[in-house]
């Protein structure tokens, strides 16, 4: 069984950065890619960003793109999420997932979920 551990939510104001960490644990852990979610109150979960595993090569929503990184660190099973130039519109619960299906987030291993509050 994977299991998917987030950290480094928090709260920040507008304008400031966080770095969060997604670390997979599991006898034998493997997947094609992983990505991050997000879930804003009363609103559906979106994609944010998501990277291949073996190729690195990543993609983004553009609503992030040149605000938000994601890199992965395949010996520590690690996936992360630089966030800069933080808006208050970035508020909500982060999740990350790793894919059991190659080019599918359906039935993906799915972690806890971390907080981010942005202030105004």
């Known amino acids: 069984q994977v299991q998917l551990v987030e950290s480094g939510g928090g709260l920040v104001q507008a304008g400031g950065s966080l770095r969060l960490s997604c670390a997979a644990s599991?006898?034998?852990?493997?997947?094609?890619?992983m990505g991050w979610f997000r879930q804003a109150p009363g609103k559906e979960r979106e994609f944010v960003a998501a990277?291949?595993?073996?190729?690195?090569?990543?993609g983004y929503a553009d609503s992030v793109k040149g605000r938000f990184t994601i890199s992965r660190d395949k010996s520590k099973n690690t996936m992360y999420l630089q966030m800069n130039s933080l808006k208050p519109e970035d508020t909500a619960v982060y999740y990350c997932?790793?894919?059991?299906?190659?080019?599918?987030?359906?039935?993906?291993?799915w972690g806890q979920g971390t907080q981010v509050t942005i202030a105004s």
């Open positions: 997932a790793a894919q059991r299906v190659r080019n599918t987030w359906s039935a993906a291993y």
């Open positions: 599991g006898r034998t852990f493997s997947t094609s890619a």
């Open positions: 990277i291949n595993w073996s190729a690195g090569s990543t």
